[in-house]
């Protein structure tokens, strides 16, 4: 399928391509980029054409999805690129297209962990970084992965009790879940960081 560019609130341009995922269910990755951040069966949306997301859209803006259409949400390490200002917009929209019943499922860097980490697991921060970012240090030190995590990461990093304040302000029970696991089918076996080797929270969040 094509990539199809979405142009603002509700413009489903390629509503009928979407709809022949395969599925009655409408699920949406927000944020996919390309490789293995693409979902088979759901619908990748990103920014960049260069990844071919099914939806090419603007994420800081509106969602591109009517009101209460979309069964389920996926996004990893998404929300972390966004302001603050940004992700209550965000939040805001991905409760406004998700159904009554419907679910988000959102991982992104726990600020806390990360800093607990270049203090108390130095030697555990800078291995992790050497074997899951790959990015070479000049100094391999915890100092340099600290600076670069957070300049490379996005523009706001979260702790548990802000992101769930936040998403919680924007309409959403919120639920510390664990790695791959989920009440409900469709959202199990998709986080690609496992705890061990990452600094991610897991959260999933549904509509009050």
């Not at 980029?33 to 619908?43: A, D, S």
């Not at 391999?140 to 957070?150: D, T, W, Y």
């Not at 639920?175 to 496992?194: C, K, M, T, W």
Request: charged share 25%; net charge negative; proline share 5%.
């Amino acid at each position: 399928m094509k990539p199809c560019l979405i142009a603002s609130r509700g413009d489903l341009a390629c509503r009928n391509d979407i709809q022949q995922k395969g599925d009655d269910m409408i699920k949406i990755n927000f944020g996919s980029g390309g490789g293995e951040g693409k979902l088979p069966g759901w619908i990748n949306v990103d920014l960049d054409r260069n990844c071919r997301p099914d939806v090419i859209a603007d994420l800081s803006e509106d969602l591109p999805f009517p009101t209460a259409s979309v069964d389920y949400i996926h996004t990893e390490d998404f929300i972390v690129q966004l302001s603050l200002v940004s992700g209550y917009h965000f939040l805001r929209e991905c409760r406004r297209i998700l159904k009554p019943n419907g679910a988000v499922r959102l991982l992104t860097p726990d600020l806390e962990k990360f800093a607990r980490a270049y203090l108390k697991e130095p030697e555990w921060l800078v291995r992790t970084w050497e074997s899951f970012v790959g990015l070479p240090l000049i100094t391999r030190s915890a100092c340099e992965v600290f600076n670069l995590g957070i300049r490379m990461a996005g523009q706001f990093h979260y702790d548990r009790s802000t992101f769930k304040r936040v998403a919680t302000e924007c309409g959403f029970q919120v639920v510390e879940v664990e790695y791959n696991q989920s009440d409900f089918a469709a959202l199990r076996g998709l986080d690609l960081r496992r705890p061990h080797e990452s600094i991610s929270m897991y959260f999933e969040c549904y509509p009050r």
